[in-house]
């Protein structure tokens, strides 16, 4: 375990850079866990499971469910869950992307999720993700792409031409936000084949992708003291590491997993995301030869989950947009998040158990409430809770600029919530709270 914030959030800010999309996310977490000793099991394949054994699983190469098999009985104790997502809102390029204007090849994109549009205008921008091919004997194969390098930009319109930019100016995300990827002469550029040439042998060719941008503007530790931190997708690499680092450092006495999925930023409804069956699935696998709708159930209302996804920092610009009774600071340790319309999970019995554990590692927290007359984002706690019946809450660590290409948070609490998160993996102590 970190215990120097420093080396805490570099190894943060390396994973960060690793991972400009889902796919990339997953690998990199999955050679972090084959570093201390988990191996990758197959859907596919029987499992036998023996105590104290480490274990990871994907499906699609976008969502993870990492677990340690512990020593007491299911039954008794239930699962220990953490749960987070690899999406972030971005740019994704579209299958018949190709646009000629003007001399320039641009590329059509489909907005990913709540995506903040504005910040996205004069970066430096590459590519990364999946791609489909063919090879020369006819079979299709996946292999993950990355340009590691600036390739496109989505220029402004410069104030002369738009004198209204800074008053009323709005994005329109089909015609303003295409990125030029280079001059060209003629309309002949098939963007298919400037990925084959790029990353195939010339007997190979791109069938389809999964693309999208991605800012190429590193983490950094930011601020006159280093108190922040500026990176893409913190929302919600972020938690996907605190997570893994936390599951890393588990004692093996109780089972313990972290489930990252994909497609929280667009519902979570896929095979992959909160509302699918992936972690219900690999629940019942970890109840053994048992596997019956009563045996599981009864593992369910002993287990608890804790949903870890940003939270909303205030913004010393605009305090207004706050409950004047909730507003979560930078630094100012881990939040939990309550919506009395179940948009998070969070209840009195499950807030009391995570603000429990804050206090015996000596970690500040916070809490979150939205503004009557505003609207309330949500996260995969809620889907989870439902799908599954598993007690839950919902916390995660403050940030700005939420669903912007370059987000900013505090170089405190990262590791102070893997703390937490190592002492709730770690503790003996009940899961459910006793009712007199």
């Not at 930011?222 to 680092?245: P, T, W, Y």
């Not at 290409?405 to 770690?426: H, I, Q, W, Y």
């Amino acid at each position: 375990m970190f215990q120097d914030k420093e080396k805490f959030n570099l190894a943060l800010t390396q994973f960060l850079d690793t991972s400009p999309t889902p796919f990339h996310a997953v690998s990199s977490m999955a050679s972090m866990l084959k570093n201390e000793g988990f191996t990758e099991l197959s859907e596919d394949d029987e499992w036998a499971l023996e105590v104290g054994s480490r274990h990871f699983v994907t499906r699609n190469g976008s969502s993870m469910i990492a677990f340690i098999i512990g020593q007491a009985s299911l039954l008794d104790t239930g699962i220990k869950m953490v749960g987070a997502h690899t999406d972030s809102p971005c740019l994704m390029v579209k299958p018949q992307p190709e646009i000629t204007k003007q001399g320039y090849l641009q590329l059509g994109v489909e907005v990913y999720g709540g995506a903040l549009l504005n910040p996205w205008f004069d970066r430096d921008l590459s590519i990364a993700g999946r791609i489909v091919y063919q090879d020369a004997a006819g079979s299709l194969k996946q292999t993950l792409v990355d340009f590691k390098r600036a390739v496109a930009t989505i220029p402004s319109l410069a104030i002369h031409l738009d004198r209204e930019a800074n008053t009323g100016h709005s994005v329109n995300a089909q015609t303003d936000i295409p990125p030029i990827l280079m001059q060209v002469s003629g309309s002949s550029a098939s963007f298919r084949e400037l990925l084959s040439d790029q990353f195939l042998k010339d007997d190979e060719k791109v069938i389809d992708y999964e693309l999208c941008f991605y800012d190429t503007q590193r983490a950094a530790v930011v601020g006159l003291q280093n108190e922040f931190i500026a990176s893409a997708r913190l929302d919600n690499l972020l938690s996907c590491f605190v997570g893994i680092q936390a599951l890393i450092n588990n004692n093996a006495e109780q089972t313990c997993l972290i489930v990252c999925n994909d497609h929280e930023e667009v519902g979570s409804v896929s095979a992959i995301g909160a509302d699918g069956p992936f972690l219900e699935a690999i629940t019942a696998r970890l109840c053994g030869a048992d596997q019956t709708v009563a045996t599981v159930s009864r593992v369910i209302s002993k287990s608890l989950m804790i949903s870890c996804d940003n939270a909303h920092a205030t913004h010393p610009n605009f305090p207004q947009k706050h409950d004047s009774a909730h507003m979560p600071a930078l630094n100012g340790g881990p939040v939990v998040k309550v919506n009395v319309k179940q948009r998070y999970a969070t209840s009195s019995l499950t807030s009391s158990l995570f603000k429990q554990l804050c206090e015996t590692v000596n970690v500040p927290v916070q809490s979150f409430v939205s503004r009557n007359d505003m609207g309330c984002g949500s996260t995969i706690g809620p889907i989870t809770s439902a799908r599954l019946g598993v007690a839950t809450l919902d916390v995660g660590i403050p940030q700005l600029a939420m669903h912007s290409c370059r987000e900013m948070t505090g170089t405190e609490d990262p590791l102070r919530l893997s703390k937490v998160l190592v002492a709730f993996f770690n503790s003996t102590a009940s899961n459910i709270i006793d009712v007199e």
